[in-house]
């Protein structure tokens, strides 16, 4: 499997979803389970594979889910093009219209398979569904999607996880409780696969997990961050959407509560989340010097936060910022990808949360909105358009939610700030030029902790 490897390695670190891209791929083979064609496509003697390789250049070790279709060269080929080895020519498993059918059969059929030192299991909440073409979305990031179209022109989305981990992963428990307890705020889960692989090192036993997952495509819906963005560059009033946004976001976490379970915080819960916000803190203090300055007025507000009242702790979405959302004529604004966030332990993402934290990241994507409009040439100002639509999603919250915005104002103070705290960090690393929009943030921040609209008891908006 050496030509194998050595082929799959270079033509990974080409791709978008390769995670550590400063390094070559050291790759090994931990294990293979071939794919049964489904009956609706044409046997054209290829063979279906998804290997399992683990990474060993980046100082934790990854592991990467990588199928292959082996077949002959055509005319026109795609882009999935992956080199030449043992004789065949292999292809991206995502690119092949015989690769999405196999694996839409496997899950939503409940199918099992068992390969080399590897085995996965389809998981169905309904009856099989038949994929009769596919095509791959380009804006991939750590995942691959593909849109699928089924009986009668409908669609679906199928996503492949390519970075596989140990444990449970909220993407798929998340959305299929949601779709089980009749969520119309989120596309239908229809099925997923899990699978088993040797763990990294030679002590791990076998690893289990998620592989992949199938739900409803929601046609002619627009990105939440593309839409939020060109009504900010025409200066369209964005008020009324934002609004509906706050209330859909309320109405998630609380049917989120009732389908899942949830817990009383405790006082390690706090010293747990006051931890974390003090590590970043000290992250970013060290390596933006001049932040230092506001480190105690940081601390004040991170200390009262943790003296304040203790929320009910229950799943949350655990990333949510406007590009996380869609936006439908027909059916409002849709919840994706649950996932949480890539930088924490799998294990991490799916352990009750408190909801304020996905109130603070999507008030925060509110100012990037603004923010990356002011590093254009020309620069836009959008800062009162931002203010308005932050006032507003906050005001939607609490039509739903109630008075928790007010009992729980100093924690969400924290969360915004223990975020815009972490993109100093992340923009002093990738974009320096772009380090005054969280500053801005940090510091209005501080002036305004403790500031509520009598209207409906929401923090002001900035």
């Known amino acids: 499997m050496t030509e194998l490897t050595e082929l799959v390695g270079s033509w990974m670190r080409r791709q978008r979803w390769y995670s550590t891209k400063a390094v070559e791929p050291r790759l090994r083979l931990l294990g293979s389970f071939e794919l049964e064609r489904a009956p609706e496509t044409a046997d054209d003697g290829s063979r279906i594979v ?43 498993g995502p690119v092949e219209e015989a690769y999405v059918a196999a694996l839409a059969a496997l899950m939503t059929g409940a199918g099992r398979t068992d ?49 596989v981990q140990d444990g449970e992963n909220p993407d ?44 409803e495509f929601v046609p002619g819906a627009e990105d939440g961050w593309e839409l939020a963005v060109s009504a900010a560059e025409r200066g369209e009033d964005f008020t009324e959407r934002a609004f509906a946004l706050g209330a859909g976001t309320a109405e998630l976490h609380r049917l989120l509560a009732a389908v899942l379970p949830s817990r009383p915080a405790e006082a390690g ?36 936060a943790a003296a304040a009242p203790l929320p009910v702790l229950q ?14 004529s027909d059916r409002g604004w849709q919840f994706i990808d649950f996932e949480g966030e890539p930088l924490r332990p799998l294990a991490e993402r799916a352990l009750p949360d408190a909801t304020m934290r996905d109130v ?18 020309p620069p836009a100002d959008a800062r009162a358009w931002a203010a308005d639509a932050r006032e507003a999603y906050l005001d939607g919250y609490a039509s739903v939610a109630g008075d928790v915005l007010h009992e729980f104002a100093d924690l969400l103070t924290a969360f915004e700030l223990d975020k815009a705290v972490y993109e100093i960090t992340y923009e002093a690393r990738h974009r320096p030029s772009w380090i ?25 908006a900035g």
């Open 172 to 215: 798929i428990s998340t959305l299929a409780a949601l779709t089980a307890g009749g969520s119309e705020r989120t596309p239908a889960l229809l099925g997923w696969l899990s699978g088993s692989w040797p763990g990294p090192d030679a002590d791990d036993g076998m690893a289990t997990g998620e592989l992949a997952l199938m739900q």
């Open 50 to 92: 998804t290997y399992f390789f683990c990474d060993d250049a980046p100082r934790t070790p990854r592991v990467y889910q990588v199928p292959l279709v082996a077949r002959v060269r055509r005319d026109g080929d795609p882009a999935g093009f992956v080199g030449e080895a043992g004789g065949r020519c292999l292809y991206d």
């Open 115 to 163: 390969g080399e030192h590897a085995r996965s299991t389809g998981h169905s909440l309904g009856a099989r569904i038949p994929v009769h073409s596919s095509r791959r979305l380009s804006a991939e990031q750590s995942n691959t999607s593909i849109v699928a179209e089924i009986d009668d022109g409908v669609l679906t989305l199928v996503k492949v996880f390519r970075v």
């Open 269 to 304: 819960d706090v010293r747990a989340a006051l931890d974390g916000m003090f590590r970043r803190l000290t992250i970013t203090t060290t390596e933006v010097p001049e932040v230092d300055e506001l480190r105690a007025a940081i601390a004040t507000v991170y200390e009262a």
């Open 360 to 377: 603070a990241g999507m008030l925060r994507s509110f100012d990037y909105v603004a923010g990356s409009l002011a590093q254009r040439e």
């Open 315 to 328: 799943r949350i979405h655990g990333d949510l910022h406007l590009g996380q959302v869609l936006y439908s």
């Open 436 to 460: 005054p929009i969280p500053r801005a943030a940090v510091e209005r921040l501080l002036d305004d902790a403790h500031g509520f609209t009598p209207r409906t008891g929401s923090r002001r």
